[in-house]
Every structure is written in C-alpha cells, then in structure tokens.
C-alpha cells in the first residue's frame, strides 16, 4: 500500500515538473511585436471615419544605435498612422502596413482630439476595454490641437513623446492644477447616472520654432460629449471638492503689508454631506488642508501666532473662493463633476426617488455650503525671514 502511495506522489510532482517546462503557445519574439507607448485618435476629414496614430518604441533603432557596425538610428520612437471607420477594424488594418503585431500591454497614453470629445468619445474607448491586451489603467488626455501633433512634440528629459507626457500627467499630483485620469476612473464616471466625467486638457505652447507640450485645465463631459472646460483654477476647485488635491501652492497676502506670501499645501481632505431641510435638499462640503510657509517677499515677522492665524484665515478663503468658482462653472454647464447626485442617493435612497427625474434641474440652483479649515503647520528651517530688520 505504502508503495503504491509513495508511487502515486512520483508520477505527481513529475506531472507538476514537466508542466511548469512547457512553453507558450502564445509567446511572441521581440521582433514580432510592435511596443505601443501611445495612442492618439482624431477626427478625420472623411465622414464616419477617424486617424489614429501610434506611438510605438523603435526597437530596430535602439538594437542599430547600440551596436559598433552598421547604420545609426537614434529616433527610440515611431509614429504610425491609419484611419477607419471603427478602432478594431484600424488596429487590423495596421497590419497592412506594418509588419509586426501591436502589443498595447505597455501603452501609457490615450489622446483623444477636441473634434472627437465633442462628437462622443464613447465609442472610440470601447476597444480598450474589450481588448485583453490592453491596458485600463492608462492616462486618458483631451487634446486642444490634434492628437497627432501632441504625439509628435518632443521633450527633453524623455526618449519619446508618450513617456514625457506619462510623467507630465504625473507631476500635476504637485500643483493639482489638472485632474490625473486614467482609463477606469473615466469610465466609472461614464457609467454614472449623474456624475459627469471629466479629463485633462493637454495643449502646446510655441516659442520659435521650439514647442511644448503642457497640461493644464479640464475637459467636462455630459455623458460621453464635451460640454465645456474648466481652467486652473476652477480645476483645483473641483479637485478641492472631490479630495483630490495632493499639493500645491496658494498665493496670498501679508496681513500687514500685502505683499505675496507662498502657502504650501501639505495635506488635503474634504468630503461631500448632503442635508435635507424642510424637504430641500441642500450640499456641504467640508475641507480640512494643513500647510507650510514657502516664502515671503516682504521683511515682516509671520511667525507671530495672530499672523498665522490671520494667514489661515486668508488661505481658507482662497481654497473657498476656488471651491464656489468651480461650482459656478460647473451649474452653467450643467454638470453634476462633484458626485452630489451620487452621494444623496447613498445618503437617503428613498429621496433620491423622488428627486431623481428632476435632478438636472435641482443641480443648477442647488444651495452648498462650502466649510474650510486650514492650517499652518510649520515655517520652514528659518521663523523670520532673511531680511528682517
């Protein structure tokens, strides 16, 4: 018995050997795959079609430019270019053109044109979320100027377009002046019945011949159109709103002589209260931000304890002021970018029933109460500043 056992728990770990040195059936050689880095789709001068562009990693090049012999090329990109009337049926005809396969498990990017956001963006995004091979957590960026264009910006601290604009997306965490939107997080707010997406604007600034590419404001969206678009400072307003504020600065003034004085933001939090009064349904946002002195441009002495405070107050009026002006903005397009819609009916279901039909007209007068508390924790390795007298 015990050798029949012992024969048994061979024949087993063989099995469980030999399985784990079988290969892919699938597995695909470098110099079968193109490496897409990022996607840019615009509208196209052909009725019903769209230009899409990928940006794929030149692994020609790199191999060429690495090596001692033979021809140099040190492009570490390339831009390829189709257009069609669905985006599967481009991503095939790519093959045409092309004689490697795209792989999107490494794609960073997704630009979409102004033209396309307005029409509806809803069905040029479907393809990444059925496709297995690609990614739902990628930076998805409205364009000012084509996509095309956006990918064909270069930059000077990156090898390729798509990687620089990862990472400018990245830094907006520092001045939380443009929201950072990913694939999923857009499409959760898509499938909303009431919150509006919204995404970030990328644009070009053009100095010569010299062009840069920047982030900066907000794309909102009714459903899956852009209605609109929100500038920095209503941006940082929303994003106080939602919680979303990582860092930044506030500019404000010296209680004594009002001259600018640079706030830090070190921490941020809020959250979203729905209230019901005599039937009314009314919102309060309640922000809590903590925050260092950056620096003064003046020879006064803020570290007295009656100064901070009148700097906190200062600071909490212009986080207030920002918060009213994205709401403003936000009721003149008539678009729900805070969740209110959402967090009534997780506050009271019953109703959000009866208000649910209506709620697009209740949203536009609706009454918030925006409460915040700021602090200022520290001021930096010095308390006076250099030029005290």
Not at 192 to 199: D, E, F, V
Request: glycine residues 8%; hydrophobic residues 40%; charged residues 25%.
């Amino acid at each position: 018995m015990k050798k029949n056992v012992y024969l048994f728990l061979k024949i087993m770990l063989i099995s469980v050997m030999a399985l784990n040195l079988t290969g892919c059936w699938d597995n695909l050689e470098l110099n079968e795959i193109a490496i897409v880095m990022g996607i840019g789709i615009d509208k196209s001068p052909k009725i019903g079609e769209v230009d899409m562009t990928v940006q794929v990693a030149n692994t020609v090049g790199i191999k060429s430019s690495s090596s001692e012999s033979g021809p140099k090329n040190t492009n570490s990109y390339l831009n390829l270019e189709s257009t069609g009337d669905t985006i599967f049926n481009i991503v095939r005809g790519f093959s045409k053109k092309s004689s490697r396969k795209l792989l999107f498990a490494q794609n960073q990017v997704i630009i979409l044109g102004r033209g396309i956001a307005e029409e509806g963006l809803g069905k040029y995004i479907d393809f990444f979320f059925r496709d297995r091979g690609a990614r739902s957590l990628v930076w998805i960026l409205i364009s000012d100027e084509t996509a095309k264009e956006i990918l064909s910006v270069k930059s000077d601290f990156e090898s390729m377009p798509a990687a620089s604009i990862n990472e400018l997306v990245k830094q907006q965490q520092y001045n939380s002046e443009a929201p950072m939107v990913d694939l999923h997080k857009f499409a959760s707010r898509l499938m909303s019945k009431t919150t509006s997406p919204i995404a970030p604007i990328i644009k070009i600034s053009r100095e010569g011949n010299i062009k840069t590419a920047y982030v900066s404001g907000t794309a909102v969206f009714k459903k899956n159109k852009m209605i609109g678009e929100m500038n920095k400072v209503e941006t940082r307003g929303l994003l106080w709103a939602i919680g979303e504020v990582e860092t930044g600065i506030i500019v404000t003034a010296d209680p004594g002589t009002n001259n600018k004085v640079s706030l830090q933001i070190t921490r941020a939090s809020s959250k979203i209260i729905p209230e019901i009064e005599d039937g009314r349904v009314r919102m309060k946002i309640k922000i809590k931000e903590e925050g260092n002195l950056g620096d003064q441009s003046d020879s006064n002495d803020l570290a007295i304890p009656k100064v901070l405070e009148e700097l906190e107050k200062e600071k909490a009026a212009v986080i207030k002021n920002e918060v009213e002006l994205a709401l403003k903005k936000a009721q003149s397009l008539d678009a729900d970018v805070f969740g209110f819609g959402e967090a009534i009916y997780q506050e009271y279901p019953k109703k959000w029933k009866t208000i649910e039909g209506d709620w697009e007209g209740i949203f536009k007068n609706i009454d918030v109460d925006v409460v915040v508390e700021a602090k200022l924790r520290r001021t930096g390795k010095i308390t006076k500043p250099i030029t005290s007298e």
